[in-house]
């Protein structure tokens, strides 16, 4: 069993990226958190992204990293930083999020590179079409085409979406350089099986657009992809962008109907939307790796 890395390794959804691959693999952890118990029993690393030598002693006789570690919001946003604030949770240095996804990445690549990793797995963020933090512009995102795929433009205005976008040219500089194969995912808002059954219970009619295009995964689907991608890694190109975000949305109405209501002027790019399909597409990870989530919040929601 070859030794595989997964970084922010406390979090979430190591969770499940960490139940994806124990029984195939040799697991070893790395986080500057206590590891949580259910994944206690693995050889873990407490370290931290952005020391270099954390970085090198983490990465040693791995041959594959799961890229989890990463500052999830605009640590630089004062409503965000307000908001951390008045709920008793810890407030960063304001350029966490810049230090973490953009040096802390680079500082494991080139540890990775000067180790002989082969393969590096980033969960990256659907932020990096730019969508999110529009709503703090009073503009909308400006859509070219629904569903959003690997090839529409970006547009970021905070800098958790651009680090998440930085981040993908990063890894991919990475690999003409190097040859190292590196890959990203671009999931939406990831839920676990409380999540979904939270959303189920406390879901309500749309009342306007959404910044974040009503988009989800589950955490097991989205381990699962980042499991096939390590798996095919050899029959895929060096480097690639993957969407993995779930065929619905987190609305309650059809998806045309919310278009038609909030953003008619999109109807006429808009093109094979039926149903509640997502506003994301997941045409390419279909095509590449025959990936489709098999989950969905809505299994959830009262019988009528």
């Known amino acids: 069993m070859g030794k595989v890395l997964v970084t922010g390794a406390s979090g979430r959804f190591a969770k499940y990226m960490v139940a994806a691959l124990r029984d195939q693999y040799e697991v070893v952890l790395f986080s500057r958190s206590p590891i949580p118990e259910d994944r206690v029993d693995l050889p873990a690393i407490i370290g931290d992204l952005n020391n270099y ?69 980033m969960t990256g963020s659907n932020c990096a079409f730019g969508h999110c933090g529009y709503g703090a512009t009073g503009e909308f995102y400006p859509v070219h085409y629904l569903p959003l795929d690997e090839k529409h433009p970006s547009a970021c205005v905070n800098s958790y979406s651009w680090s998440k976008f930085a981040g993908e040219d990063l890894l991919h500089t990475f690999t003409r350089a190097f040859g190292i194969r590196t890959y990203i995912t671009r999931p939406a808002h990831i839920c676990d099986e409380a999540k979904r059954r939270d959303m189920a219970a406390t879901v309500k009619p749309a009342t306007e657009w959404s910044g974040g295009l009503w988009g989800w995964v589950a955490s097991e689907d989205l381990a699962e992809l980042q499991l096939r991608i390590q798996q095919a890694a050899n029959d895929l190109p060096l480097h690639d962008v993957f969407v993995g975000n779930n065929v619905d949305t987190e609305a309650l109405e059809p998806t045309m109907e919310l278009i038609e209501r909030f953003r008619p002027e999109l109807l006429p790019v808009t093109h094979g939307l039926r149903g509640y399909d997502a506003l994301f597409s997941n045409a390419h990870v279909e095509q590449m790796l025959g990936w489709l989530p098999n989950r969905s919040w809505r299994e959830y929601l009262p019988t009528p």
């Not at 304001?94 to 797995?121: C, E, P, Q, S, W």
Request: charged share 25%.
């Open 53 to 121: 030598d954390d970085c090198v002693k983490a990465v040693e006789g791995v041959e594959v990293i799961h890229h989890l570690g990463a500052v999830p919001w605009a640590s630089d946003d004062e409503a965000g930083r307000q908001r951390r604030a008045e709920r008793g949770l810890p407030v960063p240095p304001f350029d966490a999020t810049m230090k973490t996804n953009i040096m802390g990445t680079y500082y494991l690549m080139k540890a990775a590179v000067d180790a002989g990793v082969k393969t590096v797995v």
